[in-house]
């Protein structure tokens, strides 16, 4: 009788699950994203210049490859460029008297995104009442039966808005 080795240890080895997948798998980590410049809550000035600043990274990704939105709600309020090498990005914009959400979001070339959010008020800061020099009456003298007039001198105001 001839000898012949075991067909079934073989078999296990081939059904074992022992297979090519095609390649190597590459995984990409979500980029991060931070708000430095405020934080929730925090009042800013209507209508004045706002600037916003925050921070970006990747895991897998030098910052020069990513990109940042601003937004004010749904609308973009700076639009999309590149952080720089340290990650940091800043947006200037100006802001309706109001609550408003800012977000920053990133991006990374395999389109994986991230979010950062703070909801600021925007408020009327340091507004002066408008000034009035003087306020003239006559006639001078007034008698009875005279009807008096009243003449406001030079009104100002300090920021500069309209005074009726």
Request: hydrophobic share 35%.
């Amino acid at each position: 009788m001839r000898y012949s080795p075991p067909f079934f240890p073989f078999v296990l080895l081939l059904g074992s699950g022992c297979t090519v997948d095609g390649g190597i798998k590459v995984y990409n980590s979500k980029p991060e994203a931070s708000i430095g410049s405020h934080r929730d809550g925090d009042e800013v000035g209507a209508d004045s210049t706002l600037e916003l600043w925050g921070n970006v990274s990747d895991g897998n990704h030098d910052e020069e490859e990513l990109e940042v939105t601003w937004y004010d709600g749904a609308e973009v309020i700076c639009a999309t460029t590149a952080p720089d090498a340290d990650g940091r990005t800043t947006c200037s914009s100006s802001l309706a008297l109001g609550e408003h959400t800012i977000t920053l979001e990133v991006r990374d070339p395999a389109n994986a995104s991230e979010t950062a959010s703070v909801l600021l008020s925007a408020v009327l800061l340091d507004n002066d009442a408008p000034e009035l020099s003087s306020v003239t009456l006559g006639p001078d003298p007034a008698y009875e039966g005279d009807t008096l007039t009243c003449t406001p001198g030079a009104v100002t105001d300090a920021e500069g808005d309209a005074v009726s």
